[in-house]
């Protein structure tokens, strides 16, 4: 298993993952190319189409768009999206500040490969990575109520809680949070 962050260099294969795989047992989601978190969109994405397709490519283009692939036998089979809290449209409140917050808004694992520990490994490749850059707290929003993979996608709350994110309940979400503590 090989992690890589995602960029311009391996959108072709971002892209092959959620045209052909992703989705595969969940159809109806196929879609989606992980943009829910972008809208309302960016103003200066006014040039694409509508299709959320390339508007996920604009996003990785435009380095709004981050995250983690998974590749296994030199192809992806898992992702996770997260990046700057200040980036998801959708998460922001007025008035409030977001430099050095994390969010970790999906994970995606081919269907075979669920179950093998991978979103756990990106999770830690994350925790990892932002002891080196200028992320204060890494938050994500796990669906305590989950009935299935797919309304996992946030991650499951178990697998925080073991890599030491604290519960902070905020309106009728649960929220995790992680400290980072820099390495020295």
């Known amino acids: 298993m090989k992690i890589i962050k995602i ?3 391996n959108l072709n294969a971002w892209l092959d993952f959620f045209d052909n ?6 159809k109806e989601w ?3 190319y ?3 978190y972008f809208y309302p969109r960016y103003d200066n994405s006014s040039d694409v189409n509508n299709s959320q397709r390339e508007y996920a490519k604009w996003l990785i283009m435009n380095n709004k768009m981050k995250g983690y692939l998974v590749y296994e ?10 990046g700057p809290k200040q980036y998801y449209t959708k998460l922001l409140k007025p008035d409030q500040k977001y430099d050095g917050i994390k969010a970790i808004v999906c994970f995606m694992i081919e269907e075979q490969y669920r179950g093998k ?3 756990t490994a990106i999770l830690k490749r994350i925790v990892e990575d932002s ?10 929003y796990p669906n305590v109520k989950a009935k299935n993979e797919y309304s996992k996608y946030h991650g499951s709350l178990n697998m925080y809680l073991k890599e030491g994110f604290i519960v902070e309940k905020v309106r009728n ?3 995790v949070k992680l400290e980072i503590k820099k390495d020295a």
Not at 131 to 140: C, M, S
């Open 7 to 9: 960029s311009h260099r």
């Open 21 to 26: 795989r992703a989705f595969a047992d969940h």
């Open 30 to 32: 196929k879609g989606c």
């Open 34 to 36: 992980c943009t829910y």
């Open 73 to 82: 036998d030199g192809k992806v089979v898992g992702w996770c999206n997260v």
């Open 117 to 119: 520990g991978i979103a």
């Open 131 to 140: 002891k080196k850059d200028n992320t204060k707290a890494i938050e994500a």
């Open 173 to 175: 979400t649960t929220k």
